[in-house]
């Protein structure tokens, strides 16, 4: 009997550690959420006269919607521009919630 009580707590503590060892998955590729991001940001509201490259820094609330924490811009036109097209915007792909994630948002004039 004594036997059978330490094997059934040695696999409940295996089946335990294992469960807590596993990664949350999340279904959002790279690319994909890139491809919802640029869908978001299509056709500014300013004219793109030089090309150049910001920084935007998002979290993902409960909801899935993007809460932007940051824009690393001196333009004020995109700076308001990023926040109005991406700040609570739901998201189709999962990322993992409360994560700090670093966009980089290139902006190209179309001549």
Do not use: H
């Amino acid at each position: 009997m004594k036997t059978l009580k330490t094997v059934f707590v040695a696999l409940s503590i295996l089946i335990t550690s294992s469960a807590f060892a596993t990664n949350p998955t999340t279904s959002g590729t790279p690319e994909t959420i890139a491809k919802e991001i640029t869908a978001l940001l299509e056709n500014p509201t300013f004219l793109v006269t030089q090309e150049q490259t910001v920084a935007v820094e998002f979290v993902l609330n409960k909801n899935n919607e993007v809460v932007v924490l940051s824009v690393d811009c001196k333009d004020a036109d995109v700076c308001s521009f990023i926040n109005s097209r991406l700040n609570r915007k739901v998201l189709e792909s999962e990322l993992e919630l409360g994560k700090v994630y670093t966009l980089p948002v290139k902006f190209v004039s179309k001549d």
